[in-house]
T-cell receptor
Framework: LAKTTQPISMDSYEGQEVNITCSHN???????ITWYQQFPSQGPRFIIQ???TKVTNEVASLFIPADRKSSTLSLPRVSLSDTAVYYC????????FGTGTQLKVEL | GAVVSQHPSRVICKSGTSVKIECRSL??????MFWYRQFPKQSLMLMAT?????????EQGVEKDKFLINHASLTLSTLTVTSAHPEDSSFYIC???????????????FGEGSRLTVL
């Protein structure tokens, strides 16, 4: 199984930048790294995907070092509505979810 | 953006009955759909991969005769929980991948999920 390791939980305050790091030591050459967000009783929602270096979109940035054994999701200026579980996935066609990181944003 | 719709969103049934959950890709064709199950405060667990026009591929430990998957068209996959029991109560989520051009594996779109409660 494609295994990733993330912190189980993180706390932050509104307006801060949050960085969630994921380890994927055995990443395969063809694997991409994808991050999803999930709110309670909803399906996961795509945040960002990358292969190496840096990827940025309108909601987040993804940093992947040259060895690709880890990746960091960066959420700029979080708000209360960013409180959710964030999943880091590695893989190709089939994606396996790890434990995820419960992010709690407070005032 | 692409949308995946699941129906029903909630279902309550008696033990021993069968329940069918539909997963539709609304504005794209999905040759492959995935079915996940999620218990409270746990991560999503992949149950099976559904390929259009062929038999589903089940993950280890998932009973194929209990969780029947049919992927009859490029926009519809169904999961039938047969002879449901209380331990089958869970949040079932489907996903589909839009065909991707260029680099990347393509975004995986998830349905809203279906909460099954078996009494």
């Amino acid at each position: 199984l494609a295994k990733t390791t993330q912190p189980i939980s993180m706390d932050s305050y509104e307006g801060q930048e949050v960085n969630i790091t994921c380890s994927h030591n055995n990443i395969a050459t063809n694997d991409y790294i994808t991050w999803y967000q999930q709110f309670p009783s909803q399906g996961p929602r795509f945040i960002i995907q990358g292969y190496k270096t840096k990827v940025t979109n309108e909601v987040a940035s993804l940093f992947i070092p040259a060895d690709r054994k880890s990746s960091t999701l960066s959420l700029p200026r979080v708000s209360l509505s960013d409180t959710a579980v964030y999943y880091c996935l590695r893989g190709g066609n089939k994606l396996t979810f790890g434990t995820g990181t419960q992010l709690k944003v407070e005032l | 953006g692409a949308v995946v719709s699941q129906h029903p969103s909630r279902v309550i049934c008696k033990s021993g009955t069968s329940v069918k959950i539909e997963c539709r890709s609304l504005d794209f064709q999905a040759t492959t759909m995935f079915w996940y199950r999620q218990f409270p405060k746990q991560s999503l667990m992949l149950m099976a991969t559904s390929n259009e026009g062929s038999k589903a591929t089940y993950e280890q430990g998932v009973e194929k005769d209990k969780f029947l998957i049919n992927h009859a068209s490029l926009t519809l996959s169904t999961l039938t929980v047969t002879s449901a029991h209380p331990e089958d109560s869970s949040f079932y989520i489907c996903s589909a991948r839009a065909r991707q051009r260029g680099v990347g594996t393509g975004e995986l779109f998830f349905g809203e999920g279906s909460r099954l409660t078996v009494l």
